[in-house]
């Protein structure tokens, strides 16, 4: 079992840039996919990007590609969501998620862990 903890969300204009953070109960070597997700209100909650255990793969809705960047820090049981550019859209909370299959997927249901999200809001 892992526990997740997200950070880094907060109120920023359209434009600009947020760096939201997950950290891990525990070692996160072993966890093959890690990935971020939102949910707006009154929306179903999305895939956002995904990382392979070694960092050497991301995944990316097209919505955000080319403007947020996943990273992980394996040896600092953390994950980290660069965004940039951010649009009204974006406003959603934010979560982190485990999926310990070695498989990605796109899916919320197919992740094992989640935190307890954090909350983005862009302004127009």
């Known amino acids: 079992q892992v526990q997740l903890v997200e950070s880094g969300g907060g109120l920023v204009q359209a434009g600009g840039s947020l760096r939201l953070s997950c950290v891990a109960s525990?070692?996160?070597?072993?966890?093959?996919?890690m990935g971020w997700f939102r949910q707006a209100p009154g929306k179903e909650r999305e895939f956002v990007t995904a990382?392979?255990?070694?960092?050497?793969?991301?995944y990316y809705a097209d919505s955000v590609k080319g403007r947020f960047t996943i990273s992980r820090d394996n040896a600092k049981n953390r994950v980290y969501l660069q965004m940039n550019s951010l649009k009204p859209e974006d406003t959603a909370v934010y979560y982190c998620?485990?999926?310990?299959?070695?498989?990605?997927?796109?899916?919320?249901?197919?992740?094992?862990?989640w935190g307890q999200g954090t909350q983005v809001t862009v302004s127009s």
């Open positions: 990382i392979s255990r070694s960092g050497g793969t991301t």
């Open positions: 525990r070692s996160i070597f072993s966890i093959n996919t």
């Open positions: 998620a485990v999926r310990q299959d070695y498989s990605t997927s796109y899916y919320p249901n197919d992740y094992d862990y």
